[in-house]
């Protein structure tokens, strides 16, 4: 990878001011994006770092916008060559970090500041209630694309096709049961530990 600078940070950042501005449903919904961008476009992160990233951030107490910050992350110490790099690996990964979320965070939340205000002044239009009824098949659209992107990156949709029925049955239960989400999600990871799945 060659050496990273100025360019090449603006270019993250400004990656992640266009995904900001995809984000609807949350930052979660542009994982195929950022996939496409960090791993196929930039080769900045390979498949494997992209989903242990997400995994982990995922995994991790905290707002779900963490992995962001991972990637940020992960893209800095591989531009720097890895943490034997010293003092300039750590202060890369801490720059990426910090223009990624900027990038994220920024554009999105200013838009949403107006358009939330805007929205409540306006809330009984037909016009804004049929675009909030409108937006939700989008962002579960987006959801299922976001899981299909992180299953087939991992190999985990060509290696265990029983993780589709348990993927049915668990969207079916959710929908229709009245089974907390915590106790569905526990018998996946027993599922997965014992090599079902």
Known sequence: M????????GTLFLHF???????????ITTVPEMHRILVNQE???????FSSS?????????????????LGWTVGMNAAGGP???PWAWWL??????????????????????AARWGQKNRNRPTVRAFKMGMAPVVVGLLVSTG????TASGT?????????LTAASAFIVWQGRIHLLWILGAGAIAGALGWV
């Open 2 to 9: 060659s050496p990273w600078g100025w360019p090449e940070l």
């Open 54 to 70: 997400i995994a982990l951030a995922q995994a991790a107490p905290g707002p779900n916008l963490l992995f962001v910050a991972v």
């Open 157 to 165: 949709v060509a290696q265990a096709p029983g993780a589709y029925l």
């Open 17 to 27: 001011v266009a995904l900001s501005l995809m984000s609807v449903g949350g930052a």
């Open 43 to 49: 080769a900045w992160l390979s498949e494997s770092q």
């Open 84 to 86: 034997a790099a010293g």
């Open 93 to 114: 990964a801490s720059a990426c970090v910090f223009v990624a979320m900027l990038g994220i965070l920024l554009p999105s939340t200013t838009l949403t500041f107006f």
């Open 148 to 151: 299909w992107i992180l299953g």
